[in-house]
Every structure is written in C-alpha cells, then in structure tokens.
C-alpha cells in the first residue's frame, strides 16, 4: 500500500539544508509501485518533483505538489567475461556506495568518480565526472520509467547524447522520466587502465611513494582531493561545485590570455578551451564572500553554501550576482549545474 505524507519538512531531503515544504511527499521502492503511484488521483492532481539525494537541486519555495523520492535499490552483474563485467544498479542507492561495491569487486572504471554525491539515478542525467573520468566511459544503459505511459524503457548512450554535464534528460526529456536502473561496463583487474593524467592525483600518489597504484589507492587519492577542496553537506549545507566550468572558443581564449597570462585551462582539441569557474569566481574577489545567511566557500570558490540561517531564494540571488560579474570582468557566462526548483 502507498504511504503518502503530508505537509513534509524537505530539509532532510537536500544537501543545502533547505527547510522547505512538500504538499505531498512519498517514497518507492520498485518499478512497480512508481507505475501504481502513476494510477492515483495523487499523481494525477498534482505536479510532480522527482528527488534522488537532493544534491543537485536548490530548492528555492514550498513545493506545492508531489514529491517523490526514488529509492529504487539493488546491484546485480547481468553480463561477465573474462575482461569485463556489467553490472546494474538501482537508481535510488547512493552513487558513492556503488563504487564502493565495485571497488571491493575489483572492477575498474569508477575509481575516479568516488565521494561524489548523489543517486546512481541521478548520475546520467548530468553525466557526472570527476579527475578525467565521467559516466560515459563506462556507461551501458539505463532503465527509466515514461511519466506518461508508464512504461519501463531502455535507453544505450546514443539515445542519452551525453556531453559535457548533459544528457537528453536535462533539456529535451527534462521531466519525463524516472531513471529506475542504470548499467555499466566495468574492467576486470587486468585489463583496466587507470587514469592519471590530472597532476593531483600523481601528486598524492608521489606523496604516499605509490609506484604502481590499484583502483582503491586512485579512489582514496580521489576521495583525499574532494575532502580538501569541497565541504561536507553533513557540516555545512551545498551541492558540490554549482556551476560548470565554462567552455569558450580559441579566439576568446586568447584574448583572455592576454589580459590574464595566468589563467589555467584546458584545450579540448576542437578549437574550444575549457576555462576554470573556480579561478574565474575566485580572481573575480568572490571566494568567501557572506550575504544573508549563504555565501561562496572560503576554500573552495565553486561551492555555494548554506551558513545554516540563509534560504534558497537567497543562494540564487548569490549565483545571479556572480554570473554578472564574470560575464563583466571576462565576458564569459557561467551555467549552474544545479537545477533551480
């Protein structure tokens, strides 16, 4: 039987820490009881908002409507050779806790994504990625419910047009699917090649004299960077890095360059260079900035967060400030990676 709630505090449901409301609240647990929540007059009257870890969204008013919450859960291989695996996980269980798993299985491909937070779920939807390494490489497929039909559909990573945190799912099926199950591709220990080629990482593995690392000391090496530069939602309330690190053409980079011999970047062969968001917010003056209970990290200028007094509404006035002033100072335009609700 469906259990709905009402009037529910949503604070435990965002990593900002927001205390807003929800009309109408529920939690599933499996295909089938979202496609029976999909037959009552709850769903059918009400707008919806789908959450997974809430470390994505910034909820910025009430919610007048239904909020679900997915916490579809399970892991199973579906599919083992003598150099791969392919494993399915529920898109409800906790992303780090899954590459946890495959780490104790020795897969390899996920290392680089670990302590980031979030659902599986979630994941594809903005195709994380972290240290050289995002969800498309290792990516099969996913399992997502049709809000409209009901019906469980696959989807292979041509229909997800992945990009640079961008899938399908955030523009032209934005808000049309449940993501109930994801797959991936993982190596077998011997036949995975990890990658190492952000400086961070061989600084730390040089720090613990690591010669020839395995994907646990490129995970801990992973986990140890995110710890340093990002703070816990458990202490302070945010969503990791809430803008995407902005890619402009050779010609405008040069100008930069010119006027800005030191500004780290990334040439992404195509004759588009990918800029720093932190370096530019930071140069900018903004990094430990304070206003009505929000402010920009003091250590880590990507990460807006929630002093623990501030509201929703008032991180977004914060983001819109700062998109004004980089697109000022180096007429370059930021985009959140949050989704504003």
């Known amino acids: 039987m469906l259990k709905f709630m009402n009037s529910k505090d949503l604070k435990a449901y965002n990593t900002f820490g927001f205390d807003v409301k929800a009309d109408l609240f529920i939690e599933i647990k499996s295909v089938s009881e979202f496609q029976e929540l999909m037959s ?19 909820l910025t008013n009430d919610f007048h409507g239904l909020v679900v919450v997915n916490r579809i859960e399970g892991i199973e291989v579906v599919e083992e050779t003598d150099k791969i695996v392919t494993v399915k996980c529920g898109g409800g269980e906790s992303w780090h806790q899954f590459v946890l798993h495959t780490l104790k299985q020795k897969w390899g491909g996920l290392e680089n994504l670990s302590l980031i937070p979030g659902t599986v779920g979630a994941a594809p939807m903005q195709n994380i990625g972290a240290y050289g390494v995002e969800i498309k490489d290792s990516f099969h497929s996913l399992e997502a419910i049709n809000l409209n039909t009901g019906k469980l559909e696959v989807f292979f990573a041509e229909h997800c047009q992945f990009a640079y945190r961008e899938s399908v799912f955030k523009h032209k099926l934005k808000g049309q699917y449940l993501i109930a199950t994801v797959s991936f591709q993982l190596d077998k220990p011997k036949f995975h090649q990890l990658k190492l080629d952000y400086g961070v990482i061989e600084d730390v593995m040089a720090e613990k004299n690591i010669e020839n690392p395995s994907i646990q000391d490129v995970s801990d090496a992973i986990i140890k960077i995110r ?61 430990g900035y304070q206003e009505n209970g929000v402010g920009v990290h003091q250590k880590q200028a990507l990460v807006l967060v929630n002093y623990g007094e501030g509201e929703g509404k008032e991180v977004l006035n914060l983001a819109k400030k700062i998109q004004d002033s980089i697109q000022s100072k180096f007429g370059v335009e930021l985009s959140p990676e949050v989704n504003f609700i």
């Open 40 to 58: 009552t007059s709850e769903w059918k009257n009400n707008r919806h908002l789908i959450l997974g870890g809430g470390s994505n969204v910034l």
């Open 227 to 287: 710890q340093s530069k990002l703070p816990d939602p458990a202490e302070i309330g945010n969503s990791g890095s809430f803008f995407k690190n902005p890619i402009i053409d050779a010609a405008q980079f040069k100008k930069l360059q010119n006027e800005f011999p030191e500004i780290p970047s990334y040439d992404l062969g195509n004759g588009q260079v990918k800029l720093a968001a932190a370096w530019l917010i930071e140069k900018a003056g903004w990094k």
